[in-house]
């Protein structure tokens, strides 16, 4: 068979799985399969797949044709042109984060905390963005600290970021510039609606079994002991959350709360 033929294959494998890109994912799975660039695949169209690509193209179609996640399969993601190391440890880091990271670059810091680091992909970002500041992510997961770490590493980032155990603020001393998060934020009654690749990532990471608001109260409950005068907090938030955590913001006595939109006009983040 040649490539060709598999990729066909392949994508309507992927499509009858219910994958909306499927002929764009097929590709990704065809060239990790054979060890090749993807945008170098029209080259290679007309090669013969062989029998050991097509064992492994296949193992990673059905792989996918049962909704894991393609970061999972592949290893990795982007995120704000950078590739993030991603398991089932970590929540994949995702398009609308990445207007987290841009608002948070139009604010001065040099410390930095990021509450709920999962992957590391906000901090770290932040970080090889702005030279010379320094960071600490903070996760209640251990394990989602070593994806972090190994980022960190990967991004020759390691001497700037540190990692720390700690639920929100508890564990975690000092003063900081700039606190960033991206918590759970899915409310339990949304869960059940959800896409299947979610069942891959860690539950904790995506929903807080309540109304989705808990992290951002537990969040507000410690932000000014560990705010510098002046300093600034951002937060991702939920589309319809946006009036909601604004309150919760300006209740614990932030000011200056303010609302930010993503690409699609949708409310994103909240800053104070
Ligand atoms: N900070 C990480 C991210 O934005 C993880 C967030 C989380 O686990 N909720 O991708």
Known sequence: MSVQAG???GAARLGA?????????????????????????TLH??????????????????????????????GQRQFYGRAF????????PRP????????ALEEGFER??????GSGCILLSLLAEREGAQGLGADVSAAALDVARENAARLGLASRAAFQEADWFKGVAGQYDLIVSNPPYIGIAEMPELAPELAHEPRAALTDEGDGL???????????AHLV???RILVEIGRTQGADVARIFAEAGLQAVELRQDLDGRDRVVMA
């Open 7 to 9: 990729l066909r294959a």
């Open 17 to 41: 799985a219910g994958i909306g890109e499927g002929a764009r994912e097929a590709r990704l799975l065809m060239a990790a399969a054979l060890g090749l660039d993807p945008s170098r695949m």
């Open 45 to 74: 169209l007309h090669d013969d797949l062989g029998p050991e690509g097509a064992a492994r193209f296949e193992a990673l179609l059905a792989r996918r044709a049962a909704r894991e996640p393609m970061s999972h399969i592949l």
């Open 85 to 92: 190391k991603v398991t089932g440890d970590v929540l994949d």
């Open 96 to 103: 609308e984060t990445e207007c987290l990271v841009a608002a």
């Open 112 to 117: 930095v905390l990021d509450l709920g680091t």
């Open 214 to 224: 808990s992290a951002y109260r537990a969040i507000a409950a410690g932000v000014l």
């Open 229 to 231: 005068p002046g300093g």
